[in-house]
Nanobody, 128 residues
């Protein structure tokens, strides 16, 4: 199993920036893909971004050009840099790990079923 701990959420004005971090432990971090999902109040959890073990990056259309995912394998950490934030980005953001080592098919469809471990979530609130 993989243990995930998110941090970096908070309250920010529209147009501002936040950087989320997710620290992983328990398995060889460099061998599995990582993802970010979010869930707004009253809505289903949705895919935001993912990065494969080899560095391939995937984004939800509405965050392309504003959000950037990255990983630091030496620190067992994945990041989500969020710029030009909008009120509609308000949600609880969850980090997730794909437990299939060296998975090669990517995350084009951003399915929650691809990810077997989840963090507890961090709240992001964007005020208008």
């Amino acid at each position: 199993q993989v243990q995930l701990v998110e941090s970096g959420g908070g309250l920010v004005q529209a147009g501002g920036s936040l950087r989320l971090s997710c620290a992983a432990s328990g398995r060889t971090f460099s061998s599995y893909g990582m993802g970010w999902f979010r869930q707004a109040q009253g809505k289903e959890r949705e895919f935001v971004s993912a990065i494969s073990w080899s560095g391939g990056k995937y984004y939800k259309d509405s965050v392309k050009g504003r959000f950037t995912i990255s990983r630091d394998n030496a620190k067992n950490t994945v990041y989500l840099q969020m710029n030009s934030l909008k009120p509609e980005d308000t949600a609880v953001y969850y980090c997730a790990a794909d437990l299939r080592e060296y998975y090669t098919d990517g995350y084009l469809f951003g399915r929650t079923a691809d990810f077997g471990s989840w963090g507890q979530g961090t709240q992001v609130t964007v005020s208008s």
